[in-house]
């Protein structure tokens, strides 16, 4: 059985080594490469071709978020997986934006890892359970301020159309592209939905189509 082949990218050799250390103990896995900035993992994408790419954010050069773009457009087969210590609802999101398949904290258990990998590769995604529960209780506490829920309701067949597709990472500029309406129009209507239901980010908006179920919850395990 061929193995699910991986890049790392970090730029904290240590690091590196411990990761490349713990996904060696997976007998279906293989770090086949290692890239210490966002550039260099750029370029050993396009030269290694792996299943799943690991990513952290915030190494010197380009911007990690760019570069997993750039990774997703250029080979829509390979999975980006960001690897990182910030529990950052906008980078979460940020993230989605960008076309990532999974986003897992430093911090957490080997055993989620492999299990993020594994799921990513298998055309899902994976969301660290800690980040899952905080999108929930941020949900939660919002709701507790105001006199009852925002009616989906209340949205157009258009505007929902536009919150699904905003939830799921497009870009304004991507929406309009797909929906064929210029980009002036997909922001009126990103506004309308937004002051329908009392959302002010983009954080607020996946939460909200999460809720809804709108969109699907990332997988865990």
């Known amino acids: 059985m061929s193995k699910i ?27 086949v490469g290692e890239a210490a900035d966002a550039a260099a993992a750029a370029d050993k994408a396009t030269e290694l071709k792996p299943d799943v790419v690991l990513l952290d954010i915030g190494m010197p050069g380009p911007s990690s978020f760019e570069v997993a773009r750039q990774i997703r457009r250029n080979r829509p087969d390979t999975k980006v997986v960001f690897l990182t210590m910030y ?12 076309g990532a398949n999974g986003y897992i904290l430093k911090d957490s258990p080997a055993s989620q890892l ?3 990998v594994r799921d990513v590769f298998r055309g899902g995604s994976y969301l660290s359970p800690r980040m899952l529960s905080q999108l929930v209780h941020d949900f939660r506490s919002r709701v507790k301020t105001t006199d009852r829920l925002p009616r989906f309701a209340s949205l157009t067949p258009r505007e929902k159309e536009v919150l699904k597709m905003l939830a799921e990472g497009n870009s304004v500029k991507e929406v309009a592209t797909q929906l064929d309406l210029s980009v002036k129009t997909v ?21 909200y189509a999460i809720q809804k179920k709108v969109i699907k919850l990332p997988v865990l395990s």
Do not use: P
Not at 87 to 98: F, G, I, K, T
């Open 5 to 31: 082949r991986i890049l790392l990218a970090d730029d904290h050799t240590l690091f590196r080594q411990g990761i490349k250390t713990l996904l060696a103990a997976e007998s279906d896995m293989e770090v």
């Open 87 to 98: 529990d950052d609802e906008d980078y979460l999101v940020e993230s989605m934006e960008v």
């Open 114 to 116: 492999a299990s993020a």
């Open 187 to 207: 922001e009126a209507h990103k506004f309308n939905l937004m002051r329908k239901l009392g959302i002010h980010n983009k954080a607020q908006l996946v939460q």
